[in-house]
T-cell receptor, first 115, second 113 residues
Framework: DTGVSQDPRHKITKRGQNVTFRCDPI?????LYWYRQTLGQGPEFLTY????????KSRLLSDRFSAERPKGSFSTLEIQRTEQGDSAMYLC?????????????FGEGSRLTVL | TQLLEQSPQFLSIQEGENLTVYCNSS?????LQWYRQEPGEGPVLLVT?????EVKKLKRLTFQFGDARKDSSLHITAAQPGDTGLYLC?????????????FGSGTRLSIRP
């Protein structure tokens, strides 16, 4: 296992289109997080899963955003009817809750550009 | 809402100088983590501090967790150009009903040769 992988690395889309990002976490990790990061800022929490259960979703997230982790392994983040303000780097991270301190291992991110 | 504020936002210093980055919150965290992020990559964990007052050293980097578990600092001695990057603190809000890790706004560090 080489770490957390995200796909695609880059996505350019037109406003109003739907986009979906995929994250494959480290295989033994039961927690999976999605963050959004804009240039020069820290990652902003979007949502996280423990196994297949979505435990929390940011109130900042509109209904256009949805995330799933159907079998407790990979996860998808879908953005419907994209807006220019959605342009950002979308980061996925995984961790193992049994470690106690929740260290996150990040993927390289999926960069979204909405024209 | 839990917020982690980092200061300074930007720091540009000469190679060989010392610096300190601060991470403050009004909330208590069960642990505090520091990450470094390079352009185009995800953040990479540097250290986790768990106990109030804890100090950890990683070569020229010294991390401290406040006694009340609300703040942390990162001190770099004799900075080198390889230390350049975005430094992020992150708090684990395990005390709340839903444990999640939130990040500060980051400190962008530039070390001039």
């Amino acid at each position: 296992d080489t770490g957390v992988s995200q796909d695609p690395r880059h996505k350019i889309t037109k406003r109003g289109q739907n986009v979906t990002f995929r994250c494959d976490p480290i295989s033994e990790h039961n927690r999976l997080y999605w963050y959004r990061q804009t240039l020069g800022q820290g990652p902003e929490f979007l949502t996280y899963f423990q196994n297949e259960a979505q435990l929390e979703k940011s109130r900042l997230l509109s209904d256009r955003f949805s995330a799933e982790r159907p079998k407790g392994s990979f996860s998808t983040l879908e953005i419907q009817r994209t807006e220019q303000g959605d342009s950002a780097m979308y980061l996925c991270a995984s961790s193992f809750s049994g470690q106690g301190t929740g260290e996150l291992f990040f993927g390289e991110g999926s960069r979204l550009t909405v024209l | 809402t839990q917020l982690l504020e980092q200061s300074p936002q930007f720091l540009s210093i000469q190679e060989g100088e010392n610096l300190t980055v601060y991470c403050n919150s009004s909330s208590v965290f069960s642990s505090l983590q520091w990450y470094r992020q390079e352009p185009g990559e995800g953040p990479v964990l540097l250290v986790t501090v768990v106990t109030g007052g804890e100090v950890k050293k990683l070569k020229r980097l010294t991390f401290q967790f406040g006694d009340a578990r609300k703040d942390s600092s990162l001190h770099i001695t004799a900075a080198q150009p390889g230390d350049t990057g975005l430094y992020l603190c992150a708090g684990d809000s395990r005390y709340s009903s839903a444990s999640k890790i939130i990040f500060g706004s980051g400190t962008r560090l530039s070390i001039r040769p």
